[in-house]
């Protein structure tokens, strides 16, 4: 899975909370959002390692450190999504 299809399932997640869901709905939102936000801490981790373990380049570590940021977002919108989705707010 990529950073696009991290994207397209946030705005699907967004999309259908919009709609309105069922309570059968809104834990199928939560539950895909949780399992999200565990993929994109596990990546932000590993890329932390290869910036910490291996010999990269500045350019590398630039390009690895935007990812990480990218995903950082990401895990941002989504937890937003499970407040919703949790009927909580943000």
């Keep these: 899975m990529g950073i696009r299809d991290f ?3 946030l705005a699907e997640h ?3 909370l919009a709609g309105g869901l069922s309570e059968a709905g809104r834990e ?8 999200m936000v565990g993929m994109i801490d596990a990546a932000v981790r590993e890329l932390e390692s290869v910036i910490k373990n291996r010999r990269v380049n500045l350019p590398e570590e630039h390009a690895l450190r935007f990812a990480q940021d990218v995903f950082r977002h990401l895990r941002e919108e989504e937890e937003k999504v499970k407040a919703e989705a949790r009927g909580t707010g943000l």
């Design 7 to 9: 994207i397209q399932l």
């Design 28 to 35: 199928e939102v939560l539950r895909e959002a949780e399992t």
């Design 14 to 16: 967004r999309e259908r």
